[in-house]
């Protein structure tokens, strides 16, 4: 984007809390519903200076493959739940229970096991 005053390149920055390399479509894919977004424009040859503020009124991630989109939750619950664990013993006893559910797991296919 050029300077409206000048011309000249502008910088842009998404901030304030964020690395100086984020660009403003991964802090807006990135943001929570209701976070606010702080965008600065500043041209360094003639002082020009702008600042908008964006808020995320709402997120609608229903346009695609509901199973996938909660089946992503769910692996993230599971990893969030598996991180807070301190003890390898119990880390290996879920990893035991869980392998020992998938073996009888009557929906469970055949082709569950093919490697790619």
Do not use: K, N, Y
């Amino acid at each position: 984007m050029d300077c409206p005053a000048c011309g000249s390149p502008v910088t842009l920055e998404v901030g304030p809390d964020r690395p100086l390399s984020t660009s403003l479509s991964d802090a807006v894919l990135a943001a929570e519903e209701d976070e606010q977004i702080e965008v600065t424009r500043d041209c360094w040859d003639c002082g020009w200076h702008e600042t908008r503020a964006l808020r995320v009124a709402s997120i609608d991630t229903t346009a695609g493959d509901e199973t996938a989109v909660e089946r992503a939750g769910l692996i993230d619950e599971i990893t969030d739940e598996l991180a807070s664990i301190g003890s390898v013993d119990t880390l290996e006893e879920t990893l035991a229970a869980i392998r020992r559910q998938r073996a009888t797991d009557p929906a469970r296919t055949d082709s569950d096991d093919v490697v790619e």
